[in-house]
């Protein structure tokens, strides 16, 4: 077996045509769609961008015990064990250079070899001790420029001064790098080849042909990176916004293109499986939020997309589920495909059952750590949240006490205590570190970071756009149930089912 896995960084399914989207066109992915099973109701689990990558490579969930941070010493992560055994070879290709920052810095080195591109978002990438601010500061839209060297607008103006051809996008390189991987190694058996792109993620920088299509008549600075919060642009400012994502997400549909003529080109088809997804969303204005961790966990952040193609079953091309799965079972699928069974402690399902309409899970649990936890069943979701945000009482668990940019500060461990850990932990001891207000996560990603905290129940079949949340006490009942036995079997600590004033039954402290 040989394995190709695509993952982008917050691809809007409801955009994608063979989704029902028609505002961009997406003919690759579209075409996708006929080579492979799509999954119709696939879920996040942990967010953002980190919690997102540990629910994938672990097989479960992390949003309960942790925030950002890195894969921990007591974690299974599926490229280790598929070398581990079945000898299988395992190469990372990206441009996602969280890996990289304090927060990420364990992901990477569980694959056999990887390569990492620069120069995305705010990538401590070129070398520039003094840049032309002034002309820098005309050329973008002041919300997304700030002058001094480290901050993420400053480091993305300097590297963009890197990145003008079509050859020097990230993900362009990305790709290319992807096809010389194949081009050494189709061939031979044994292998998964891992290709992440951070686009569409912020900001939306794509090469001008992409953009052509979309063009608004925007006349003003650069305008492709909005911030995390309430629409409180001008008409004109949000369609160059979206216009830009537009482009961005064109750009992923025709690198998506290329993997797939390189497919047909030499039949890949045949023995080499291929899944395709990302890590979540992102909002473009509705519900009056662009981005994401500051609102509510609205379908268009949380119903993620999902292609898989087993060369094994051919006849399944061009079909679609309706079993719900969602990112945790990401890991037990790779292990299932090099026919290895999933680890005790994974939570995850193979998806390869399920791509039959195979039932394996009753509900979905998703959320941000410090947040609300939310539920669906795929007709409904529910979202609960504490009483209070700032008032609730929550841990960090861990051994390895970094936050995405920064150490956990002397403060935060000064206020640790030790936890014999959890189930999964296998006999390792956590520090237990208590969320205060002064953590470098607290209003970054955390629960300081919210801008909605209501608990909410929607009806996805009378209120897809999520517009009216219902009172209904049977079904809040129902989910409410079904929200707690997942966290139960999660393991989720004590202080989870307090929060939301849930009952602990045999939660472990």
């Not at 949003?63 to 070398?83: K, Q, T, V």
């Not at 792109?197 to 006349?219: I, L, M, V, Y």
């Not at 899970?361 to 609960?384: C, K, Q, S």
Request: hydrophobic content about 40%.
């Amino acid at each position: 077996m040989k394995a190709v896995f695509v993952l982008f960084d917050s691809l809007n399914r409801h955009l994608l045509g063979c989704y029902g989207g028609g505002r961009v066109p997406t003919p690759n992915f579209d075409r996708l769609s006929q080579r492979s099973v799509a999954f119709e109701r696939h879920y996040v689990g942990s967010l953002p961008c980190m919690p997102a990558r540990r629910d994938m490579l672990t097989g479960r969930l992390n949003f309960l015990h942790r925030s950002w941070g890195p894969l921990e010493p007591f974690d299974d992560a599926f490229p280790a064990l598929l070398h581990r055994g079945a000898g299988v070879y395992s190469h990372l290709v990206t441009d996602h250079f969280h890996y990289w920052e304090d927060g990420g810095a364990t992901y990477h080195n569980r694959y056999d070899s990887y390569e990492f591109v620069r120069g995305q978002e705010g990538d401590a990438w070129k070398a520039m001790v003094q840049p032309h601010w002034e002309r820098l500061r005309e050329m973008y839209h002041a919300r997304q420029f700030a002058a001094g060297r480290r901050t993420y607008f400053a480091r993305n103006a300097v590297n963009r001064e890197f990145i003008k051809e079509e050859k020097d996008f990230p993900s362009v390189k990305c790709f290319a790098h992807g096809f010389d991987f194949l081009d050494r190694n189709r061939e031979a058996d044994g292998w998964l080849l891992q290709i992440e792109c951070f686009d569409p993620h912020e900001p939306f920088h794509a090469p001008a042909r992409f953009k052509k299509p979309f063009e608004t008549g925007w006349n003003g600075p650069v305008r492709d990176w909005p911030r995390y919060g309430r629409v409180d642009e001008l008409p004109a400012e949000c369609e160059e916004l979206r216009a830009n994502y537009y482009a961005i997400m064109s750009m992923c549909d025709f690198l998506m293109g290329q993997l797939l003529d390189y497919f047909d080109r030499h039949d890949l088809w045949k023995d080499t499986a291929l899944v395709v997804t990302t890590d979540h969303g992102f909002l473009l204005g509705e519900h009056d939020f662009w981005a994401k961790n500051r609102m509510n966990m609205y379908e268009e952040i949380v119903h993620i997309p999902l292609f898989i193609h087993d060369p094994r079953a051919p006849e399944l091309a061009g079909t679609r589920t309706s079993a719900l799965s969602q990112t945790i079972d990401i890991a037990p699928t790779f292990l299932d495909l090099f026919g290895l069974a999933p680890e005790p402690d994974m939570e995850g399902f193979s998806l390869l059952g399920m791509r039959r309409n195979e039932v394996r899970r009753e509900g979905a649990l998703f959320g941000y750590f410090g947040g609300a936890v939310n539920v669906t069943d795929g007709r409904y979701t529910y979202h609960r949240y504490p009483a209070d945000l700032a008032a609730q009482e929550i841990y960090q668990y861990t051994v390895m006490p970094t936050h995405i940019f920064s150490f956990f500060t002397p403060e935060e461990l000064s206020l640790a205590s030790l936890s014999d850990g959890f189930a999964f932990t296998k006999g390792a001891k956590l520090l237990k570190v208590p969320v205060i207000e002064r953590s470098p996560m607290y209003n970054n990603y955390g629960p300081g970071a919210l801008l909605e905290s209501d608990t909410r129940l929607y009806d996805l079949k009378t209120d897809p756009g999520q517009q009216n949340p219902l009172r209904n006490g049977p079904e809040e009942q129902r989910l409410l149930d079904l929200m707690t036995r997942l966290m139960r079997a999660n393991d989720a600590p004590a202080e989870a089912f307090a929060r939301l004033d849930l009952p602990r039954a045999t939660a472990m402290a």
